[in-house]
């Protein structure tokens, strides 16, 4: 069963860099899966930032203005996301994920990381 | 972006009753390629990540009790919890697997009265 593991920094100041680390164990990242990225707020819900293939294939989420860049990390077994020029508005619980082979859901999810922005 | 909107909000009904979710999207979800509705419910419970319930709309997700059950095609769906059990108060979230971005529910609250 694979398991997923997020881990960085609590806090960011706004203007800052948030930067997060997803530790695959159990599996490979090189598996036929896409790897995800989705944050939950009380005011915005359930939102799917991006995700990454082993390939290194990306698929980002307009929404974020080009501010997000998933990487994959094979001799690590881990993916990382790093989002640039942050703002209070990017509070919130930071989960990565896992599509299944069929790429018909998420099954597979890190606990989550809250990451709060904030002078 | 497809929006998936869901109904109602909240829902408080007693143990043993029938909860109905309803989950509208913005746009069909009936995969020309597989026939399939990309759609999936989600649970989640406090302080956890979403659970996977159902996919392709009416698949239950192996060890998901069979008193949940999802219907619908196209734009409509709906999550049926039959006989309404404690461990099952959580929020419900659909998802739609059309296209990217992927994108959510708000989301129903799920209580005991």
């Known amino acids: 069963q694979v398991q997923l593991q997020e881990s960085g920094p609590g806090l960011v100041k706004p203007s800052g860099t948030l930067s997060l680390t997803c530790d695959v164990s159990?599996?490979?990242?090189?598996?036929?899966?896409?790897w995800i990225w989705v944050r939950q707020t009380p005011q915005k819900g359930l939102e799917w930032i991006g995700q990454?293939?082993?390939?290194?294939?990306?698929d980002y989420n307009p929404s974020l203005g080009g501010r997000v860049i998933i990487a994959i990390d094979k001799p690590q077994n881990q993916f990382s996301l790093t989002l640039t020029s942050v703002t209070a508005a990017d509070t919130a619980v930071y989960y990565c994920?896992?599509?299944?082979?069929?790429?018909?859901?998420?099954?597979?999810w890190g606990q989550g990381t809250l990451v709060t922005v904030s002078s | 972006d497809i929006v998936m909107t869901q109904s109602p909000d909240s829902l408080a009904l007693s143990l043993g009753e029938r909860a109905t979710i309803n989950c509208k999207s913005s746009h069909s979800l009936l995969s020309s390629s597989n026939s399939r509705n990309n759609l999936t419910w989600y649970q989640q419970k406090l302080g956890q990540p979403p659970k996977v319930l159902i996919y392709?709309?009416?698949n239950r997700e192996s060890g998901v009790p069979d008193r949940f059950r999802g219907s619908g095609s196209g734009t409509d769906f709906t999550l049926t919890i039959n006989s309404l059990q404690a461990e099952d108060v959580a929020v419900y979230y659909c998802q739609q697997y059309y296209s990217t971005p992927r994108t959510f529910g708000q989301g129903t609250r799920v209580e005991i009265k």
């Open positions: 990454i293939y082993h390939s290194g294939s990306t």
């Open positions: 392709w709309a009416s």
């Open positions: 159990g599996g490979s990242i090189s598996s036929n899966n896409w």
């Open positions: 994920a896992r599509d299944s082979t069929s790429g018909s859901y998420f099954d597979s």
